[in-house]
């Protein structure tokens, strides 16, 4: 341990000596105390949030982020080409020792880095809540700054797909479909099947029951908090439409109903409901009724979410950063296992080019999703199933399957919409980010690292 | 006791000490991206080196002495062939514990300081704080920057960076130490420091390996040597064996009287021709000359802002053997310890090609003689030693030095 210690203790020295640490904390200042005092909200207490919480904790990401990957590249690549590598690989210190040190030694500075612009964060945020009306603050308190569970409508993505081939194949024994249109056809089938568990038809009641699980032992006397969300096909004059919701356990009285709301469509609305309507199995059920002339969509994934209490706003945050941390210790071990085969500029280069892929996720999953990449043909209306399709298509899946669980975690959304963190989603973030993904790309770089030959460069210090 | 026997015995001693390094048909191709032979740096070289020994790779720039030291140290592949250091490849990691290394150019961290620099390499050989606090302080007094351990390597002059590199090699009380051209960039001081250093390693029983393409250094200090030409290895062995003239005779005496060179000259002439015969004065070499006037200058307190003249050697490298014995003693220990590897004389007194004797020579030789070379007086104290300075450039060009 002393040697990987040593390792890590010069790339601190190193950081410090050329004033890098320095640049990059005032910078991290700058960004997250600076811009936000000089930058104006909405006056309402989420507008306040959007912007210290969801600005800074990206702009300490994306800034932490490029550092690390630039530093990675460089401390390993640079001792190689400068040739001080030729003086540490003679002692007995094992390859993997030096890899491991110089990756301790950047993701403990980024330790430093973050905890001081997260203290920053927070206590900025502590300092302006005070600067807002006292009815804001209210909802900052209880909305925003606070650790809330998330309780949402079980996935019935099974059931979709089950009814999903039920319809296909009578579909099929009227008409011959294949290849490509099948596939078309299916997805067709599919966004019908799931329309049916997401639509709310004009006068018609939407129903959704939602399991607290294991929370509601400690839920007794605490209101609780709906989050929805609807989309619709149609825009009226005022921009909003009005619904009443209806939440208890049907057949008793212990039911509340809504006054009509008049709510816009495409947003978040978040409403309190009296404590305990939920059953004696922690079954919540919630009713909505579309009072519109006009057909509501209330998506499956963030339709509907009961908000229940949970913790306090300071832990939350703490797990919070503890997933971005996860984050830069993935990030590190990419620069360094580029660092390990790869020179300077090159290693730089290729790790950027690997961050965009991960921001491109997007466009990957949805050439998976259309099942090509050269899209559809416009004159003949079908899409072209070439053999690029058939060696990228795999080929994004599995980067979209090594890329998803990373980008699943999200807790700058969760900070800034006050979701709680949890322990286990910490755990698991870093499970997967760090032991998973960072020990096999770990793996991968000090493999190249023992096999390089380390005195084929020339020293240019 | 005859040469011969000594060789005999420094022969037996050798078989029976411990195979340090063993390399067998050793050959390194460089390749190109496409995998294509480059060049090939070294070609099926074969070679040993024994505890004790101060073994010297010699050969012109680019002739594979590098190369062969970097594979000896696990930093390069070999691409054909063997090497064994302390019985095991270069490539495993505990066997680097026993083995100390200066590379041909400071290949150190240029943001840390002397001590820092020692204090990491200390940690990267597990050393407790008090052993490695200890080291370090004695290795920065006997490189000579003890007044300037604060001061980042970066901004070291290169003599002063191959002296904090030479500390780093001994840090761990290296049972080999493999130096890559250590007297490139020192001064005429820092050489002979670097040589006496060397020699009392060898007194320890230490393996030293050092490359070079300078011959007198390893002249100097060298016990064997293989000579490297294109990756070759075009000659090896002892230096004794490569350089002795047994058909040739030096006797050095005290400034003798007109008539007893005459007749001690009448005696020789006897058996050799006269034209064979040579009487000079023998001449001491410029490396001698300087350290003398360094030597001088010093004495009046001079001071200077860079490395200073090295202390002894540190006392944990010094453990087991006595005081650096004077350059004549040592001749006499070495040839008293034949059992451990006998390093190479010092230098001797060189003898220039001297014209034959005649009538004339001998007049002014066997005058009570004023010493040939004038006393030099010494600088005041205080001065600026600027004309020293010129002095060292001068001489480290005509000694070779890079600096």
Known sequence: ?461 | MPVAELNRKSEIANQKSEVVVSVRGLTKVFKDFWNRPKARAVDNVDFEVRQGEVFGLLGPNGSGKSTTVKLMLGLLYPTKGHIEVFGHSPRHVPTKSRIGYLPEESYLYRYLNSRETLEFFGNLFHLPRGERDNRTEQLLEMVGLGNVQTRVVGEFSKGMQRRIGLAQALINDPDLVILDEPTSGLDPIGCREMKDLILALARRGKTVILSSHLLADVEDVCDRVVIYYGGKIQAMGALKELLARPDTLRITTPVLPRETLERVLEIIRRDAAADHVRVDNPMQNLESYFLDVVQRARQAAAETSGAISGARVAAYLRAGIQEQPPAAEKILERLALPETAPPAAPPQPVSPAASAVNEQKLETLTKAAAPAISPVKPVAAGEEPADLSKADEKLSSLLGGKE
Request: aromatic share 10%; glycine share 8%; with cysteine.
């Open chain 1, 1 to 461: 341990m002393q040697k990987i210690l040593a390792i890590c203790w010069l790339t601190w020295k190193a950081a410090f000596r050329f004033r890098l640490f320095l640049v990059i904390a005032v910078l991290l200042l700058a960004a997250v105390v600076g811009l936000p005092l000089v930058l104006q909200d909405d006056g309402t207490a989420r507008g306040f949030t959007q912007i210290l919480i969801t600005y800074t904790l990206s702009v300490i990401t994306a800034l932490l982020g490029l550092s690390t990957l630039w530093l990675s590249c460089g401390t390993l690549a640079r001792d190689i080409e400068e040739c001080q590598i030729q003086v540490v690989a003679t002692k007995p210190v094992g390859r993997w020792q030096i890899w491991l040190g110089k990756w301790l030694g950047i993701v403990s500075l980024n330790a430093g880095l973050l905890v001081l612009s997260g203290a920053c964060v927070y206590g900025l945020l502590q300092w302006r809540a005070t600067r807002l009306p006292a009815g804001e603050q209210e909802v900052l308190r209880t909305q925003v700054l606070v650790a809330r569970g998330v309780a949402q409508p079980p996935d019935i993505s099974a059931t979709i797909d089950e009814l999903t081939d039920q319809q296909l194949q009578e579909r099929l024994k009227q008409t011959q479909i294949s290849g490509a249109d099948l596939v078309q056809a299916r997805r067709q089938i599919r966004e019908q099947v799931k329309a049916l568990f997401q639509l709310a038809p004009p006068s018609y009641y939407h129903e959704w029951q939602i399991d607290l699980g294991f929370a509601r032992n400690f839920l007794h006397g605490k209101p609780l908090q709906l989050r929805v969300k609807f989309n619709t096909a149609q825009i009226n004059q005022s921009g909003t439409f009005v619904g009443l919701w209806q939440v208890g356990v049907p057949g008793t009285a212990n039911v509340w109903r809504s006054e009509p709301m008049s709510l816009s469509p495409d947003a978040y609305h978040e409403f309190a409901i009296p404590a305990d309507l939920f059953d004696s199995q922690g079954v919540l059920t919630i009713n909505f009724l579309n009072v519109n002339n006009t057909t509501l969509l209330f998506p499956l994934e963030d339709g509907m979410e009961v908000l229940y209490p949970e913790g306090g706003f300071t832990l939350n945050f703490v797990r919070g950063l503890g997933i971005i941390f996860c984050w830069m210790a993935l990030l590190a071990a990419i620069g360094l296992a580029s660092a390990s085969f790869l020179s300077f500029p090159v290693a730089a280069f290729f790790s950027l080019a690997l961050l965009v892929v991960v921001f491109s996720s997007g466009t990957l999953a949805y050439a998976v999703e259309s099942g090509t990449v050269t899209g559809v043909n416009e004159e003949t209306g079908t899409t072209g199933y070439s053999i690029a399709d058939h060696v990228l298509i795999p080929f994004f899946k599995g980067i979209l399957a090594v890329v998803n669980p990373v980008r699943n975690f999200s807790p700058i959304d969760s900070l800034s919409t006050g979701r709680a963190i949890s322990w286990s989603e910490l755990g698991a973030a870093f499970g997967q980010i760090v032991l998973l993904f960072g020990g096999g790309v770990s793996l991968i770089g000090i493999a190249l690292f023992a096999r390089r030959e380390l005195a084929t460069a020339q020293g240019n210090q």
